[in-house]
T-cell receptor, first 116, second 111 residues
Framework: DTAVSQTPKYLVTQMGNDKSIKCEQN?????MYWYKQDSKKFLKIMFS???????INETVPNRFSPKSPDKAHLNLHINSLELGDSAVYFC???????????????FGPGTRLTVL | GENVEQHPSTLSVQEGDSAVIKCTYS??????FPWYKQELGKRPQLIID?????GEKKDQRIAVTLNKTAKHFSLHITETQPEDSAVYFC??????????FGKGTMLLVSP
């Protein structure tokens, strides 16, 4: 019954490796997001997808590439991992970004990425 | 773009006391202001939100106030309990756009 799920929960890897984090939501939402939460707990938006189309791409290195195979999934692929990529990555979803509606964002459980 | 400032960064209170967390925003077009609670090791979860056509909203022990003129909004928690201990985030958006979060306030409620 999990609304927004992410895998894996923990990811430990070496510098230079490529890794992916998967996200799925079963809420029927149109919009999905990726956030990075650093050690100081700051939540920073990375990407936002609406109906599989990229609508927000904050200043994120090209090594990060989101992929949305369908409306219910938004995966995050990271190339050439660096020490500074260590953080907790949260996926989230909301019903829509269209119109003037106000919508709660539902967060996944997070993926703690540690780059050694 | 929007900029949200949040204070204090940490707040320690005794059980039963009130706690107040304040946020300011920069974009006068912002019209939606949610508050999220994140317990240790858990995901952020919405606890209350307010829209720009409302000045105050209450839900049991928590309340949020909004001053559009001054561009600030606050979270008030009364009769705090140890289970209120968490990081609280304010956020702002234009409703249909993405949220801009404040940097969070770590609230510690001591028994």
């Amino acid at each position: 019954d999990t609304a927004v799920s992410q895998t894996p929960k923990y990811l430990v890897t070496q510098m230079g490796n490529d890794k992916s984090i998967k996200c799925e939501q079963n809420l029927g939402h149109d919009t999905m997001y990726w956030y990075k939460q650093d050690s100081k707990k700051f939540l920073k938006i990375m990407f936002s997808y609406n109906n599989k189309e990229l609508i927000i791409n904050e200043t994120v290195p090209n090594r990060f590439s989101p992929k949305s195979p369908d409306k219910a999934h938004l995966n995050l692929h990271i190339n050439s991992l660096e020490l500074g990529d260590s953080a907790v990555y949260f996926c989230a979803s909301s019903p829509s970004t269209s119109g003037r509606a106000f919508h709660e964002q539902f967060f996944g459980p997070g993926t703690r990425l540690t780059v050694l | 773009g929007e900029n949200v400032e949040q204070h204090p960064s940490t707040l320690s209170v005794q059980e039963g006391d009130s706690a107040v967390i304040k946020c300011t925003y920069s974009d006068s077009a912002s019209n939606y202001f949610p508050w999220y609670k994140q317990e240790l090791g858990k995901r952020p979860q919405l606890i209350i939100d307010i829209r720009s056509n409302v000045g105050e909203k209450k839900d049991q022990r928590i309340a949020v106030t909004l001053n559009k003129t001054a561009k600030h909004f606050s979270l008030h928690i009364t009769e705090t309990q140890p289970e209120d201990s968490a990081v609280y985030f304010c956020a702002a958006s234009k409703g249909y756009s993405t949220l801009t979060f404040g940097k969070g306030t770590m609230l510690l409620v001591s028994p």
